[in-house]
């Protein structure tokens, strides 16, 4: 493990935080994609909420291979994000949930070498979705090509567990609000490009994938707060929108589950 934010031979550290909170049957998978990236300058930090199931004894098992490991009670999920944030010292920082994994062994190594060709700000690429009982059967393919900091507006965002960031961004801009519930993510992002000056990439690859049933894809309840909190962040950030608007982009994402 390296220290500061470059390694010893100019490349960039990767912060990867992952929060979790009785994640024990998935999380170590998630942490096992980690451990076997190819990239060697990579920072782990995990945030458990006080889990109360047998999440704690699988980190004690990889706890030799991660950097800082917080378990205390928190106040939702971005302030767990944001305590990530804060012992972050990589260069480049990424949130890899405790039911997610990378696609392959080689998605950090190149992010990294993008990020330093291409002096970028920000780099996103594709996840796929898979349903708990059946890892290898891609449900949905969220391809990102399609974003740019005019689609905000729409709803539009690069997938969190597939964006990777500039530590310096969130040093100017600030980190996750935690008055989100469910949308703290895309109000980020919302913060982050819609100034329209991030120096950003996407890489045309499937980089996490992501088991279904998480918060922001379990059913309508959360579907309708999450674009209410979507078109508060639009409102909050300048951002011109409209519901109807932001209700435009399904279409496209029905797209998604026939085109995998």
């Known amino acids: 493990m390296t220290t500061g934010l470059i390694s010893p031979s100019g490349d960039p550290k990767i912060t990867v935080i992952t929060v979790c909170f009785n994640s024990a049957a998935t999380i170590?998978?998630?942490?096992?994609?980690?451990?076997?990236?190819?990239?060697?300058?990579?920072?782990?930090?995990?945030?458990?909420?006080?889990?109360?199931?047998?999440?704690?004894?699988?980190?004690?098992?990889?706890?030799?291979r991660l950097a800082r490991v917080v378990s205390e009670p928190d106040r939702?999920?971005?302030?767990?994000?944001?305590?990530?944030?804060a012992l972050a010292s990589g260069e480049i920082v990424c949130f890899l949930n405790a039911d997610d994994m990378y696609a392959h062994n080689h998605v950090l190594a190149e992010v990294a070498g993008a990020m330093s060709r291409h002096k970028l700000d920000a780099l996103f690429g594709d996840v796929v979705f898979f349903k708990p009982d059946t890892?290898?059967?891609?449900?949905?393919?969220?391809?990102?090509?399609?974003?740019?900091?005019?689609?905000?507006?729409?709803?539009?965002?690069?997938?969190?567990?597939?964006?990777?960031?500039?530590?310096?961004?969130?040093?100017?801009v600030g980190g996750f609000r935690e008055n989100y519930r469910i949308a703290g993510d895309f109000e980020f992002v919302a913060r982050a490009f819609g100034t329209g000056d991030l120096r950003y990439q996407?890489?045309?690859?499937?980089?996490?994938?992501?088991?279904?049933?998480?918060?922001?894809?379990?059913?309508?309840?959360?579907?309708?707060l999450l674009n209410k909190e979507v078109l508060r962040a639009c409102r909050e950030n300048g951002i011109q929108t409209s519901m109807l608007k932001i209700l435009t982009k399904y279409p496209a994402k029905l797209l998604e589950l026939l085109h995998r």
């Open 28 to 64: 170590g998978e998630a942490l096992q994609s980690v451990v076997e990236q190819s990239w060697p300058y990579v920072e782990h930090i995990v945030i458990d909420g006080a889990s109360t199931d047998a999440t704690m004894s699988v980190i004690d098992h990889f706890r030799p």
């Open 202 to 224: 996407y890489l045309p690859e499937v980089l996490v994938k992501m088991r279904t049933g998480g918060v922001s894809t379990a059913g309508w309840r959360s579907k309708l």
């Open 135 to 172: 890892p290898d059967k891609v449900v949905r393919r969220y391809r990102s090509h399609h974003f740019h900091p005019g689609g905000i507006a729409r709803g539009w965002m690069p997938p969190h567990p597939g964006l990777f960031v500039r530590r310096a961004v969130f040093e100017r």
């Open 76 to 85: 939702g999920i971005y302030d767990a994000m944001n305590k990530g944030l």
